[in-house]
């Protein structure tokens, strides 16, 4: 695997693969979605919670009234676990998931006096959150120039630029979160478009089986398309 070294020599190939991603996601991106529209850094974590195992779909027809209910850790915690899984039902894991966000708020009230904190390693010793969500989090709701790298990222970045992580679980490798921060733009608004369109564009595009090659923005920089 290229170290990270190499990488920030490379510094137009990068620039080209951002901002691509980043005018293909002003055409085809989901502006819409309510959780990447707020500086909220709970309406942030619930989302993230929320989204596990179930789809994107589902997760809308219960997030609004989820956070009406539930505007904060300490509403979370004011209310009964009934109350909560009832809500949350038809997204599956109900119980699972009801006491993961109970845990979470539980910590937030009690280290942070309600607040979620704006510091990486402080969200990451919050139960349940590692280095996903806490980017999420950063990037989202605080303006931080962090990368979002889950399995959809990690494809692409595999594909386009030929990097493989050694490890069997790629997103934990900190290699792989060298090279995509050094993907992600500087600037704040641009860093979302960034980071929305790459997962926007690994889903629509650049997806596990019969990715679209012959019509991808990317295909004239891509090592999997010259393969």
């Given at each position: 695997?290229?170290?990270?070294?190499?990488?920030?020599?490379?510094?137009?190939?990068?620039?080209?693969?951002?901002?691509?991603?980043?005018?293909?996601?002003?055409?085809?991106?989901?502006?819409?979605?309510?959780?990447?529209?707020?500086?909220?850094?709970?309406?942030?974590?619930?989302?993230?919670?929320?989204?596990?195992k179930t789809t994107v779909d589902q997760v809308l027809k219960v997030y609004s009234e989820f956070l009406k209910r539930y505007p904060n850790p300490e509403a979370l915690l004011q209310a009964s676990e009934d109350e909560i899984k009832k809500l949350i039902r038809s997204l599956g894991i109900e119980h699972q998931r009801t006491k993961h966000l109970r845990k979470v708020a539980k910590a937030i009230v009690e280290e942070f006096h309600g607040r979620i904190p704006c510091d990486k390693e402080a969200l990451k010793?919050?139960?349940?959150?590692?280095?996903?969500?806490?980017?999420?989090?950063?990037?989202?709701?605080?303006?931080?120039?962090?990368?979002?790298?889950?399995?959809?990222?990690?494809?692409?970045?595999?594909?386009?630029?030929?990097v493989k992580s050694s490890r069997k679980r790629p997103?934990?490798?900190?290699?792989?979160?060298?090279?995509?921060?050094?993907?992600?733009?500087?600037?704040?608004?641009?860093?979302?478009?960034?980071?929305?369109?790459?997962?926007?564009?690994?889903r629509q595009v650049c997806s596990v089986?019969?990715?679209?090659c012959n019509t991808c923005i990317l295909m004239d920089i891509c090592k999997h398309k010259k393969g």
């Open positions: 695997m290229r170290s990270s070294k190499s990488w920030s020599l490379d510094a137009r190939l990068r620039r080209l693969f951002a901002l691509r991603i980043i005018e293909w996601y002003k055409e085809h991106g989901l502006h819409d979605l309510p959780w990447r529209n707020t500086s909220d850094p709970w309406a942030v974590l619930v989302a993230a919670f929320l989204l596990r010793r919050l139960p349940g959150i590692g280095e996903y969500i806490a980017s999420e989090v950063l990037l989202t709701a605080y303006g931080r120039p962090e990368p979002l790298l889950d399995r959809n990222m990690i494809r692409v970045l595999e594909r386009v630029f030929g997103h934990t490798d900190p290699k792989m979160w060298r090279i995509a921060k050094l993907l992600v733009p500087k600037d704040p608004e641009l860093a979302k478009k960034f980071n929305f369109g790459v997962l926007d564009f690994a089986r019969r990715p679209k």
